[in-house]
């Protein structure tokens, strides 16, 4: 981290409501990720406190006695920001902000302002202010003196401060005017998608939790340039690139938006058209990181969001990455269809390509043909877009024989399978 950025961390102080209803480890790991998330945003945390209750406080999230603890904490370390680890209610937000100097501000805030940092295309940031602003809107009358002396750092950055100071319907005719546009390119999408069934390339998508090491695996298996880091979601816009499986056959691999445990509905939302690639995929690689300690955690959470998409019908692969880093004790979930690797071993990596073609392989049907030798176009679509298992010179009818898998939405597909043997 640069010296600059160093200088720029705000002092941030984590508050937590435990119920006693609620998982304790699920709750020690959403304060675990809270603090990385508040590390992505450029954030400092300074201190955690958190409270066991039978249930939120209406008023002020967590207790009266609390609230005077931490009110106390935040002169002693001068702290700049206070995040609390759920989405508050706008009379929270106001009550709270009466006790403290600092910007409070709710776990969905920040998750929105690293999204805001993070969207490099014109939807990406198109989809992150159409959030904000819906985050906002129902919290206009709540925030109030807080919102004229918002200036910098985190959860203040995306529309900006002369949006956030808008009224009701100058903020709604804004989100009108956010939908037309982002409509606009959905079709755009649409009409790309059709054009690629057009074209019949096989899609296989990316998913897997934030940082799971889904851009990494992107670009060792394509030798792309994608945005890797270990960060919370490091990617946010889509990729694509072609990828050539060891029999020849030419796929598109897809990145996604990384998934998080407690995932605003505002972006779900809002991203549901970027996720929208996933339900047009032929096979599904969910990727997860398995040397994180809470990765069957990320893999119920991910496993949750797809069944809300509705692609139950598409193959799904496991994809455990990371091997050189799990613990001897890591054992893949039950019942799923699973590989593990690391991705950057070149072994690993062929071993996924060749599950992919086997999975595919699942998809297609046999053929058996020959070809003409001077028909060159044709041979070189069975190598581009089919799985050749053989090809030989056949010195009786002097001509190729091709033996292999051809999926039937494929264009080829007609010709291979109604002159198949």
């Not at 702290?79 to 100097?101: A, G, M």
């Not at 776990?107 to 602003?133: M, P």
């Not at 499986?245 to 998080?260: A, E, N, Q, R, Y």
Request: proline residues 2%.
């Amino acid at each position: 981290m640069s010296k600059n950025i160093r200088e720029n961390e705000e002092r941030v102080l984590l508050v937590g409501c435990h119920l006693y209803e609620d998982d304790d480890e699920r709750f020690t790991y959403s304060m675990e990720e809270l603090d990385s998330l508040t590390k992505t945003a450029q954030g400092k945390v300074v201190m955690t406190v958190t409270q066991k209750r039978k249930k939120y406080d209406p008023a002020t999230y967590i207790g009266k006695g609390k609230v005077e603890e931490i009110a106390t904490l935040e002169k002693e370390l001068e702290v700049d920001v206070i995040i609390f680890n759920d989405e508050l209610t706008s009379s929270q937000v106001r009550n709270l902000s009466r006790y403290f100097e600092a910007k409070v501000i709710d776990r969905t805030q920040l998750i929105l302002d690293i999204f805001s940092s993070r969207a490099q295309s014109k939807e990406g940031k198109l989809q992150v202010e159409w959030a904000q602003l819906s985050y906002l809107l129902p919290r206009l009358t709540g925030q109030g003196l807080a919102l004229s002396r918002l200036g910098g750092g985190i959860g203040t950055r995306g529309p900006g401060e002369t949006q956030l100071e808008t009224d009701r319907r100058h903020i709604r005719k804004r989100m009108d005017e956010i939908k037309e546009q982002l409509q606009t390119i959905v079709n755009h999408r649409e009409r790309y998608r059709k054009r690629r069934k057009e074209n019949r390339t096989l899609q296989i998508a990316l998913v897997g939790y934030t940082n799971a090491g889904k851009s990494t695996l992107l670009n060792r298996l394509t030798e792309a340039d994608t945005f890797e880091e270990d960060l919370l979601f490091a990617t946010l816009d889509p990729t694509t690139r072609k990828l050539k499986l060891p029999s020849g056959l030419t796929v598109l691999l897809t990145d996604t938006v990384g998934f998080i445990q407690d995932l605003p509905t505002t972006l779900i939302a809002a991203f549901r058209s970027t996720l929208e690639e996933v339900k047009e995929a032929d096979l599904i690689l969910h990727v997860v990181d398995g040397s994180h300690e809470g990765y069957y955690g990320h893999e119920q959470t991910v496993t949750s969001l797809l069944k809300e998409l509705d692609v139950a019908q598409i193959p799904l692969l496991t994809v455990y990455n990371k091997r050189d880093q799990m613990t001897p004790d890591f054992v893949p979930t039950e019942g799923t269809n699973s590989i593990v690797i690391s991705a950057f071993n070149n072994d690993d990596l062929r071993k996924l390509c060749k599950t992919i073609e086997s999975l595919l392989i699942n998809q297609m049907d046999f053929y058996h043909v020959y070809i003409q030798s001077e028909d060159g176009k044709f041979i070189s679509q069975c190598q581009s877009q089919t799985i050749i298992t053989e090809r030989k010179w056949n010195n009786d009818k002097e001509v190729y024989e091709y033996k292999g898998y051809v999926h039937p939405s494929l264009a080829i597909a007609g010709k291979l399978l109604e002159n198949r043997k």
